[in-house]
């Protein structure tokens, strides 16, 4: 086991359970129930030198102000290390959290397939019927292809906003943005083709709130960083 295959860039820090992978199998043809589960085999010992070495060089050449490193063995954290300095100057360690940006939207796509599971929302839902006020496109024909667009299209960037769009980044407080997305045309008709674009998050995170009556931050934290006991894990608030 290298170092290079062990090192995880942990912005948020989430402890994943070790239930996630599956266990190496232990050559029996089936479970006995009565048995204890078998742990994998540790690991050799880490060279924790050997480690940090690789990863300053790694941070050197990558031009970064900063990063945070942690290393997994045997489903525990065995090495961490900040290097450079965060906003403000302040040095970067295994605590300082990270804006993780796009990689947001597995957090909250996660967060709606709870919310479908029971029974909140479904995914099959059209976005006018949690926002019923919401007016998408520019032309009678967009108009009305935007009330054809359900939660699924937006998970899957397949709402026919697309990339075509000029409105990529959302303001943080959408819910008073709505005459400003009157604007946004649809390319094509929701469920023909996929075009990636932040909006689509932007807006399932408000149907999220308007399902829950509760603001994203604290419906993300509820429904994915208490159960995932990632209490690092956090949503800016007013954010989507």
């Known amino acids: 086991m290298t170092p290079r295959l062990l090192l995880f860039l942990l912005g948020l820090g989430l402890a994943l359970g070790s239930g996630l992978f599956p266990r190496a199998a232990s050559g029996h043809a089936g479970p006995d129930p009565a048995a204890a589960p078998e742990r994998p085999a ?3 010992p880490l060279d924790a030198d050997r480690i940090d070495a690789l990863v300053r060089r790694h941070a050197a050449r990558s ?4 990063v945070a490193v942690a290393v997994v063995q045997d489903g525990e954290v065995a090495y961490t290390v900040g290097i450079g300095e965060g906003h403000a100057g302040n040095p970067i360690t295994a605590d300082t959290p990270f804006m993780i940006s796009s990689l947001s939207k597995a ?3 996660l967060a709606a397939m709870k919310l479908a599971d029971s029974g909140v929302l479904a995914l ?3 976005l006018v ?4 006020d919401l007016r998408l496109g520019t032309t009678p024909r967009q108009r009305a292809w935007a009330s054809e667009i359900t939660l699924r299209h937006l998970l899957h960037h397949r709402s026919g906003l697309g990339v075509a769009t ?3 980044d959302p303001p943080r407080d959408l819910p008073g943005c709505d005459p400003c997305l009157g604007h946004v045309p649809l390319s094509t008709r929701p469920g023909t083709t996929f075009g990636y674009t932040n909006l689509n998050y932007g807006l399932l995170g408000r149907a999220m709130e308007a399902a829950t009556g509760r ?16 209490s690092a894990l956090f949503a800016l608030p007013g954010g989507t």
């Open 63 to 66: 031009g970064l102000p900063g």
């Open 166 to 168: 000029s409105f990529t």
């Open 129 to 132: 019927d949690h926002l019923p």
């Open 124 to 126: 099959d839902d059209r």
């Open 107 to 109: 957090v909250t796509a």
């Open 215 to 230: 603001p994203f931050a604290d419906l993300l934290y509820r429904r994915v960083g208490q159960p995932l006991e990632a």
């Open 42 to 44: 540790s690991g050799p």
